[in-house]
């Protein structure tokens, strides 16, 4: 039970943590484990430092121990006495410096300590050394105090004596090598604090351009076209694969923005033709058979629902996975086929089918579209056409991806064709090089749209065989 509250807890936390910024998350990231490392750093160099003064000052001691000891010796009595020598630092009264000699019933003093018998001493050694005690002297000066055990016989038992030594100047290093270490540690983590915010700064530079410039997108007097050249500009091995992809996500949502304005006008365009015979009617009698009116309203249904069935295409499209069953190329084609002869009855065209794909021919895509270019194809064929129009199914390499061959479709017909700058302009919405031929334009238009937005390719070019105009082109989505 504890351990379920613990991770529910631990997840809470984690949870608010992930909410804060990045900037502050990063900050934190640097400068936690800075404090951390200064912290334990300042504290085993000052623990250092300290022991080093202590040392130097234990030393100091034991050399004045020694000496005064090698002055300690008995009398004939046997009494304890201090040999005659000259004046030192333990001569003059209250100097600072103060020894006691403690043989038992018997104690010898120091001249510096005057008539003090004993000073307070703290039983426990001072922090960072093992045998100096901390003391206090006769004007109540800080002392550190040794104990060192001095033999003055073979059988004589050990004389216990305590040096005293002034501590002021020694805690006055200790307080100073504190407040160097803390200046120093402040010090440092002020610039870490610096280093952070410049990495912040440096860091997020690149996300902040792109916040900029994605808001400049929803802005009508932002930077337009520079969007896209800024996006294009590289911004590192780690931000780079989130730029291509925002990249790519921009030029997917005009490329959709671009075809549901291009199926409002094309809509539009092939609204115009049922209405202007419908009002041409109107105008040339007061009646409008009902028949014909049927068949012009029946026209622009069926009008509607092939651009709304476009417009689920351009959906499919943004959604690969939503994708339906697979599109039998050839009962299509044929249909498409046969609906061309009954509508250009008149001409009496002869319409080839011409299939270079052994086994099964199926392409993964919506069917609407595929009928939608083939009819354009056929349609525009079938118009310009003196005898014959041949339609060819094939497996296409030119615009083969990863490796995997396209469906290839090659529409030819033996009229006039075009000139090398027809050629060059044709597909253009709305173009049309003869008036005399009934057209709205946009078929060529429409067909290769269409085509790229499965990824696919569409090329006009000179019929070798048929010296009219050929179209070849090659979409994605074969199905093997």
């Not at 694969?241 to 539009?268: F, I, T, W």
Request: aromatic share 4%.
């Amino acid at each position: 039970m504890r351990m379920a509250e613990a991770r529910e807890t631990s997840s809470a936390w984690a949870l608010k943590v992930a909410q804060w910024p990045m900037a502050t998350r990063i900050a934190l990231l640097v400068l936690i484990p800075m404090l951390l490392l200064v912290s334990s750093g300042g504290l085993w160099l000052r623990g250092q430092m300290h022991r080093s003064l202590l040392d130097s000052f234990e030393q100091s001691l034991r050399d004045k121990a020694q000496r005064v000891g090698a002055r300690l010796q008995r009398d004939a009595q046997g009494v304890l006495r201090e040999a005659a020598g000259g004046a030192d630092e333990f001569s003059a009264i209250y100097a600072g410096w103060y020894w006691r000699a403690d043989a038992g019933r018997e104690v010898l003093r120091s001249r510096s300590l005057w008539d003090m018998d004993r000073l307070p001493t703290d039983d426990r050694p001072v922090p960072g050394s093992a045998v100096l005690h901390a003391a206090t002297g006769p004007q109540q000066e800080p002392l550190l105090a040794l104990t060192v055990p001095v033999a003055l016989g073979p059988f004589d038992a050990p004389v216990a004596l305590t040096v005293y030594g002034p501590a002021a100047q020694l805690q006055s290093s200790v307080r100073q090598i504190d407040r160097n270490l803390l200046l120093a540690g402040w010090m440092l983590l002020a610039l870490a604090g610096v280093l952070a915010w410049l990495q912040v700064r440096v860091g997020l530079a690149p996300l902040r351009r792109l916040e900029a410039l994605l808001a400049a997108l929803r802005d009508p007097q932002g930077a337009g076209g520079d969007v896209a050249r800024h996006l294009a500009a590289p911004t590192g091995r780690d931000l780079q694969p989130l730029q291509n992809e925002l990249s790519g996500l921009l030029a997917h949502n005009a490329h959709v923005v671009a075809r549901a304005r291009a199926h409002a006008v094309d809509l539009n365009h092939a609204l115009k033709k049922p209405l202007a015979l419908l009002s041409a009617q109107a105008s040339a009698q007061p009646h409008v058979p009902s028949g014909e009116v049927r068949q012009q309203v029946e026209a622009m249904a069926q009008l509607v629902d092939r651009y709304q069935a476009r417009t689920l295409s351009d959906a499919l499209h943004a959604h690969p996975g939503a994708g339906g069953q697979a599109v039998d190329v050839r009962e299509c084609a044929a249909q498409i086929l046969h609906m061309m002869r009954r509508l250009h009855a008149a001409q009496e065209l002869d319409w080839e089918l011409a299939d270079r794909v052994p086994g099964a021919l199926r392409w993964r895509g919506e069917r609407a579209d595929l009928e939608e270019v083939l009819g354009n194809l056929l349609d525009n064929a079938g118009k310009w056409a003196a005898s014959r129009v041949r339609l060819t199914l094939s497996l296409s390499s030119e615009s083969a991806h990863a490796g995997q061959p396209c469906l290839g479709l090659d529409v030819e017909d033996d009229g006039p064709g075009m000139t090398p700058e027809q050629l060059q302009a044709a597909g253009q919405r709305g173009v049309r090089f003869d008036e005399s031929v009934q057209g709205s334009g946009l078929g060529l238009a429409i067909a290769s749209q269409i085509v790229q937005a499965y990824g696919g390719q569409l090329q006009l070019y000179k019929s070798s065989a048929f010296r009219g105009l050929g179209v070849r082109l090659a979409m994605r989505g074969l199905v093997l």
